[in-house]
């Protein structure tokens, strides 16, 4: 089993070291957003609109945190699509690769994925805008991990939506997270949203992420309350989209659609 999910991991890996295009979208965008708002914050200080650099720490932490909300969900999604796309995916069924065990290598491949660009986004905000590494400490751990886990539910999400309808699906890929990114209070507290808007907003994991470590960032004590809520509606939502991705890839297999999405 570990031979096989270790197989997966390599795979992906060697996809990503053989092509410069796929290396250069793992850091473009990123790397550009940092810039964004990292000059943004620069301009706050230097007019004096961020004396204690407090706003500075909560956007570069935004930001960082939002990479891995996003790359997580990516890295099932976008795993998957490269099956497609190289129509593999015939490949992946008749071989004694267990579904489980592939979940688990392209998860694993999208932990080392985020975690380079972790490193790299907080290297260059330590380097360019003097962003202090330390400011979360331990608490960047289970606020990353909530993080990761939500990101990986989604991808089971779109994954089974790519598995129900094939390259008709590929646009929700890029679409789902950004659709919730405004209402998981990522650069801004979730006091700005409208009153009605914000239970709503509380039932996104990211949302109760966000505004512990705005609280971390601004009061230095961390709100275990949010870490249990957000644990919490994780397990709901991974159980009810990992079910949603078991149905779609049960219902491919009998209806043959997964080998019609390799023709």
């Known amino acids: ?11 992906y890996v060697l996809i990503h070291l053989r092509s410069p295009a796929r290396l250069l ?35 570069i932490n935004g930001l960082v945190f939002w990479d891995i909300l996003f790359r997580s ?3 099932l999604s976008l795993a998957f699509m490269e ?28 932990l080392i994925k985020t975690g380079i660009i972790v490193g790299v986004l907080l290297a260059l905000a330590t380097l360019l805008y003097a962003f202090q590494l330390g400011a979360l400490g331990f608490y960047f751990v289970p606020l990353a991990f909530n993080l990761l886990v939500f990101g990986y539910g989604m991808g ?22 950004f659709l919730i990114q405004p209402f998981s209070a990522i650069f801004y507290p979730l006091s700005v949203y409208p009153r009605w808007l914000k239970p709503f907003c509380l ?15 601004l009061t ?3 709100d275990w309350r949010s870490f249990l809520w957000s644990l919490g509606l994780n397990a709901v939502y991974t159980t009810l989209f990992t079910l949603f991705c078991a ?14 999405m390799t023709g």
Request: proline share 3%.
């Open 220 to 222: 230095g004590r961390f």
């Open 83 to 110: 099956e497609l796309w190289t129509r593999n995916v015939l490949n992946l069924l008749i071989s004694p690769l267990r579904a489980i065990e592939w979940v688990t290598g392209a998860s694993l491949y999208g």
């Open 156 to 177: 089971l999400f779109t994954t089974g939506l790519l598995l129900r309808w094939g390259h008709a699906a590929e646009a929700l890929i890029w679409g789902i997270p």
């Open 1 to 11: 089993m570990m031979f096989r999910i270790a197989t997966v991991v390599r795979r």
């Open 73 to 75: 969900q990516q890295a």
């Open 203 to 217: 039932l996104l994991p990211s949302t109760w992420v966000m505004e512990g470590m705005r609280g971390v960032v």
């Open 25 to 59: 979208d793992l850091f473009f965008w990123p790397v550009m957003e940092l810039f964004v708002w990292g000059f943004f914050t620069v301009y706050l200080r230097q007019n004096a609109l961020d004396g204690a650099g407090r706003v500075m720490l909560v956007l």
């Open 247 to 260: 149905r779609m890839l049960e219902r491919g297999r009998v209806t043959g659609q997964l080998v019609r």
